[in-house]
DNA sequence: TGTACATCAGTGAACGCGCGTTCACTGATGTAC
DNA sequence: TGTACATCAGTGAACGCGCGTTCACTGATGTAC
């Protein structure tokens, strides 16, 4: 047609017969789409269209609309992963202060990466049956699991719960919290408190269940 | 075409030119289809093939698919509210007993009516938006609330925390560990407990940082 | 009890549309010499 | 530095398909008298 695109948001180069970045264009497009009509509605060619491309250009890239998907969801995790561990911070200056970062950066993920996490929990992207997916799935849980370990070893050594359960507990608060309160889009309840505030009280009183002073000294 | 359907799963009555309850098949056609193939994969006019109907019959009782779907949605919040009502059973023997049926009955639901449960929390039915289906979901919210209540009249009068956060609390567990490791499909994460040993140890923590001994008198 | 009529649930044929997918192609890029 | 060639990312036209939706219709049901 033309050398301009028919949809915004891709400026970065001026574009030639080859797109240049296709792949990750793609992957853009799809995303935006799916913050805008939920991950049911978006198609293979839709995301063609959005980046600027003809129908037939993603089969270069993906075989599918499900491994368009399923790229969506690996990008999320390894975000995901990031943010966390950037929010954990090797625990710094202490566990508790460095978990609430962590909560709330679970948060603020699924608020502000609605089509991510729709990709990665929501979407029935199958997870578990995809090893990359699920390896990046697990690096990300791996940062919850450090942080329970960390929590673990605050604690005196006699009655010590397993590390992996309070991991996966804590996993459950954050994304219960997340799912049924804490997404950008229309799903929202009423509460009395904000979902941050909701999580960290959930988390204190978990962690104070535990047996663990997460006030501090 | 025949007096027989096409499909099978609707045997009740021999089909005449009148359905007789064809608002009803749809919805089962709806469960059905979303079932095995997910929200996304579902059809107004598959769901109307496998009632048996012609492809505009469903337009006599459902303005679109979203119609049918928040029918769907809105059905799944009786039978949800229904399910936990009866495990809650009025607190009986105790709160904690009961409040553990609740939980087990919480991940039962996942995992045996995923169609419902898809339809209610990862769907994008707009829940708040629609007053029938909100209110059926605070219908079904009430449950948990009443079991907080029960929970919290049984601490000491001195440091009561809200019941509605506790409610809150409780449902975020569920729903957190239904989500991540209690659906009926593929989405399963490798596990060193059942979903429901993992649930019923995360509300026992919790409930003993509320200060609560759950393990009874 | 029987007949006439209004109602309305479901029919079936038709339509336009966008999607997924394929194909032979073409233009841009990189590399060997 | 320049030329020839291989590679391959993206084109654009084409297709079959199923979906959503409409329409005038028809058969079943219920009700008034």
Redesign the pocket.
């Known amino acids: 047609?033309s050398w301009r695109k028919d949809e915004p948001g891709e400026r970065d180069a001026p574009r030639?017969?080859?797109?240049?970045n296709?792949r990750e264009a793609l992957i853009r497009a799809a995303l935006e789409l799916i913050a805008r009509k939920g991950t049911a509605g978006f198609?293979?060619?839709?995301a063609a269209r959005f980046a600027g491309?003809?129908?037939?250009?993603p089969?270069?890239?993906f075989r599918?609309?499900d491994e368009l998907m399923a790229s969506v969801a690996l990008r999320g995790f390894e975000q995901f992963e990031a943010a966390l561990a950037r929010a954990w911070d090797g625990g710094r200056p202490d566990a508790f202060t460095a978990l609430d970062r962590v909560g709330k950066t679970y948060l603020e993920f699924a608020r502000g990466e609605p089509a991510f996490y729709s990709a990665m929990f929501e979407a029935g992207v199958p997870v578990a049956a995809n090893p990359t997916l699920r390896e990046a799935g697990e690096r990300a849980f791996a940062v919850l699991r450090g942080a329970a370990e960390a929590v673990c070893a605050a604690m005196p050594a006699t009655g010590r719960p397993p590390a992996l359960m309070v991991a996966l507990h804590i996993w459950a608060m954050a994304h219960g919290v997340a799912s049924l309160f804490g997404r950008g889009d229309g799903a929202q309840r009423a509460l009395p408190m904000s979902p941050e505030e909701l999580l960290e009280a959930h988390v204190l009183v978990y962690l104070r269940g535990l047996g663990v002073n997460a006030a501090g000294p």
């Open positions: 047609m030639s017969y080859h797109h240049g296709l198609t293979f060619a839709e491309v003809s129908p037939a250009a089969y270069r890239h599918d609309r």
